[in-house]
């Protein structure tokens, strides 16, 4: 059970588009198409941005986008607003009832 | 409206034990999985377990097998997390999660403080 790759940050201006890569193995990223986004606020709970890889849940902006290839799955983030600046983390069932994080990813609005 | 409230967070000295609670309300809790997962000072998110809607299959992290127990009561719409052996690396918050249809987990609580130190 190691953690998911994500790159340590990005950055971006207002109104540009960043995408978050997250690298797995086959066990896990590349083995299931469930792999969750979540966006965190310091002191806030966690919020789930996008599932199984792919799906927006309701009242999540169309400006998140996920996708997948083999093992690694992306987000990626158009028209950057400030709001979005938060830690973003992905997660992937990795067989036998487990899941795994990635390291996360501290996204800057510049 | 989805709620999820922890509680029993404390500081405790290595080796021994805790017990983590977690109330909902605002939704079916027997008809979801639920899951706790941690975040320790400064660090990243750690799923550390799970179990389905009737407590028929659990998950735990490498990290916290055999020393964990994850349980529920559905009676009381309350999900538990039985901490045994405590070290200083599960110093962390702990957040309760609840399981959408699928894999993902769609509502989290607050999250309640654990500190393991002597």
């Known amino acids: 059970q190691s953690a998911l790759t994500q790159p340590r940050s990005v950055s971006g201006s207002p109104g540009q588009s960043v995408t978050i890569s997250c690298t797995g193995i086959s066990s896990d990223v590349g083995g299931y198409n469930y792999v969750s986004w979540y966006q965190h606020h310091p002191g806030k709970a966690p919020r789930l941005m996008i599932y199984d890889f792919s799906k927006r849940p309701s009242g999540v902006p169309d400006r998140f986008a996920g996708s997948k290839s083999g093992n690694t799955a992306s987000l990626t983030i158009s028209g950057l607003q400030a709001e979005d600046e938060a830690d973003y983390y992905c997660c992937s069932y990795a067989g036998r009832y487990t899941y795994v994080f990635a390291t996360g990813t501290k996204v800057t609005v510049l | 409206e989805v709620q999820l409230v922890e509680s029993g967070g404390d500081l405790v000295q290595p080796g021994r034990s805790l017990r983590l609670s977690c109330a909902a309300s605002?939704?079916?809790?027997?008809?979801?999985?639920m899951h706790w997962v941690r975040q320790a000072p400064g660090k990243g998110l750690e799923w550390v377990s799970g179990l389905t809607w009737n407590s028929g299959v659990t998950g735990y992290a490498d990290s916290v097998k055999g020393r964990f127990t994850i349980s529920r009561d559905n009676a009381k719409n309350s999900l538990y997390l039985q901490m045994n052996s405590l070290r200083a690396e599960d110093t962390a918050l702990y957040y309760c999660a609840k399981a959408d249809s699928g894999d993902a987990f769609d509502f989290w609580g607050q999250g309640t403080m654990v500190t393991v130190s002597s």
């Open positions: 605002g939704f079916t809790f027997d008809a979801y999985a």
